[in-house]
């Protein structure tokens, strides 16, 4: 049936998708409101620190967790690297702080940082952050400025130093209960008291207590030595995230109709993720009632759970699971169904499909969101021309070339037969439970083209976006025209049409841009990455679609969104599928620039502020969502 190869890589998909929802959830309370000047507030200047007003940290602060937030609030004025160059430094009455400097750092505690963060220093154009970040957020941010002056190879040099010559009193762990403890010791675990001490507080109390100790070591082995002593109170970037708890998960796997009625003995996954990284995997396995029990977990609210289980060789999920100090267990289900052959429940819920003509050719990407409106899971069915069972199948233009997808890859997940590729994941039952992204492009020789485009199934909602230009005009006989929209400074025609097909969709386009003609839209202009626009292209053809192409084209249906909510174009259901589609093209966006970045194909900078950006749409759109279901709950 299905290889374990597939499974995994069929659950690392499913839990892709499902995290998202919690990581908008989890940082919502930053986009309602927007940082204001010390003019607004009719002050002048923050307060003065006062220790009084600095939340200790309930838990461990995440440098990673703080990442996303560091990059979109901080970075423009302390830099990426935290070497105080940001953009906006030309427009400040004087240097931000460079996190990066050792001896910038040495003389500040992190209860000194949470306290500007959150209060803000207005008479040097920093606002306070606590209208837009919880406490929790802040620390989490804190964390990875303090991260940006030392790194591994230092912290692991401190580590050896502290093993030889402090954990026989101070403890492995810095709890200050070593086998040779006298007296009382620091407790280096206690956030309490590390939270407000500097660097230079603890080598003065060093000295102090024992100077003949590190008497013949360098001022850096020094400060290695208090840099890994500090990780005994905060997470680095480069430490996993996870620590063990005492918080539990337990749930029940569900049976619907024709199901296998036990999974007993099966092993049953649990997976746990810091924003999209996963951070530990945990295996148990569903006991003879079809229960299942994981225990000792973290109980951070910053992480995920998801459960996942294999049932006749199709993997099924839980909801997202989160645990914390107030509620350290949680109970959850999977519901797990019978298997088909026959295609006969499927339907598209949603066709978002984007053309965008260049000289000579046109740029397509299509999204299928996929339904299944049965009881049971459609497994696939045999084809002449593939080796393993099908289940969705989407029709190409016969003249596609350079055929892409940004969640599979020909040849493994998707298989093509002439001009049909067919998806070979299972399709559960419920709507849009199944996504399928395509690009690919379609040369043309003149100035005119006839696009014909097959659906094979019902179609729900289908929506057409062309990009416009002077003298381009666009025909499709089966869809309704709805408006041109300027979205992020290009020009779309939009199209739309509701409970379509199986049929064909004619799009008749004259005006076209020649091959070797200067694109309009090109002439100083720039994608949000920084590459232009596809200017003239002659075969063979180039990759037409870069890393970047999704969010520009997840921004615009976003966009599309937005115009359509606040005119009541759409229906609720409608627009959540558009809000779900743009939610799912901007995670696959993530998790391929995630692969550049590990093969080494984008450097460390741009993946940082690629990822930063696709995380602030990511948070919109799940606010989006939430906003829709909250409406649709009150009507």
Request: charged fraction near 15%; proline fraction near 6%; include cysteine.
């Amino acid at each position: 049936m299905f290889t374990c190869l597939s499974f995994h890589r069929t659950r690392r998909a499913v839990v892709a998708l499902l995290i998202a929802s919690l990581i908008g959830i989890s940082l919502v309370v930053s986009l309602q409101t927007t940082p204001v000047s010390g003019q607004d507030q009719g002050v002048r200047e923050s307060p003065p620190y006062d220790r009084a007003q600095v939340a200790v940290p309930a838990n461990l602060p995440f440098a990673a967790a703080g990442r996303a937030s560091y990059l979109e609030n901080c970075a423009p004025c302390h830099g990426e690297q935290g070497l105080g160059d940001g953009p906006t430094v030309a427009d400040l009455p004087s240097p931000p702080t460079a996190f990066a400097d050792q001896a910038a750092m040495w003389e500040l505690s992190p209860a000194m940082l949470f306290h500007t963060t959150k209060f803000g220093r207005l008479q040097k154009l920093m606002p306070p952050w606590s209208n837009q970040l919880t406490d929790d957020e802040i620390w989490n941010t804190v964390a990875f400025a303090w991260s940006l002056h030392t790194e591994e190879a230092a912290t692991a040099a401190g580590a050896l130093l502290y093993a030889e010559s402090c954990a026989a009193c101070h403890g492995d762990a810095g709890a200050g209960d070593g086998p040779e403890a006298e007296g009382n010791l620091n407790d280096f675990t206690d956030l309490a008291d590390t939270t407000f001490a500097s660097q230079a507080d603890w080598l003065a109390g060093w000295n102090a207590a024992h100077p003949e100790l590190g008497a013949d070591w360098s001022q850096t082995q020094k400060e290695e030595t208090l840099e890994y002593i500090r990780t005994f109170s905060y997470i680095p970037p480069w430490a996993s995230a996870y620590r063990p708890g005492a918080g539990a998960i337990t749930g029940q796997i569900v049976f619907g109709a024709d199901a296998p009625q036990q999974v007993e003995g099966s092993n049953v996954f649990l997976d746990a993720y810091l924003g999209f990284d996963p951070v530990a995997t945990f295996t148990a396995t569903v006991g003879a009632d079809n229960t299942f029990t994981f225990q000792e977990l973290a109980v951070d609210p910053n992480l995920t759970y998801l459960v996942t289980v294999l049932a006749e060789g199709v993997s099924y999920s839980s909801g997202m699971v989160n645990l914390t100090p107030d509620q350290p267990v949680a109970d959850t289900s999977i519901d797990v169904f019978g298997t088909t052959d026959s295609p006969g429940d499927l339907r598209i819920n949603r066709v978002h499909w984007i053309l965008d003509a260049q000289p000579g050719a046109l740029v397509v990407l299509q999204i299928y969101l996929v339904g299944n409106t049965g009881e049971r899971t459609f497994v696939g069915r045999s084809v002449d021309g593939v080796d393993v069972p099908v289940t969705v199948g989407i029709q190409l233009p016969p003249d596609a070339q350079e055929l892409s997808f940004q969640n599979g890859a020909l040849g493994d997940r998707f298989r093509q037969v002439g001009d049909v590729v067919y998806d070979t994941l299972p399709v559960t039952p419920g709507d849009s439970t199944q996504q399928i992204i395509a690009q690919y492009a379609i040369p043309y020789q003149g100035t005119s083209f006839d696009l014909k485009q097959t659906f094979d199934y019902p179609v729900d909602v289908l929506s057409l976006l062309v990009s416009n230009f002077p003298n381009l005009r666009v025909d499709v006989p089966a869809m309704t025209f709805d408006s041109i929209q300027n979205i992020q400074g290009t020009e779309y025609q939009v199209w739309g049409q509701e409970a379509f097909g199986p049929g064909e969709v004619e799009v008749k386009l004259q005006g076209l841009l020649e091959r070797g003609a200067a694109n309009p839209r090109s002439v100083g202009a720039a994608t949000e990455g920084g590459a232009s626009q596809l200017a003239a292209v002659a075969p063979p053809l180039e990759t037409w679609v870069s890393y970047a192409m999704l969010a520009i084209v997840a921004a615009i249906l976003l966009g599309l969104v937005g115009v359509a909510m606040q005119r009541g174009a759409f229906a609720a259901a409608s627009s959540r599928h558009d809000l779900q589609s743009v939610r799912e093209s901007l995670l696959t966006e993530v998790a391929r620039i995630d692969d550049l970045h590990a093969l080494g194909q984008m450097n460390d900078n741009e993946w940082l502020r690629r990822r930063a950006g696709l995380k602030s749409q990511l948070l919109d759109v799940v606010r989006r969502l939430d906003a829709t279901g909250h409406a649709a709950g009150q009507t």
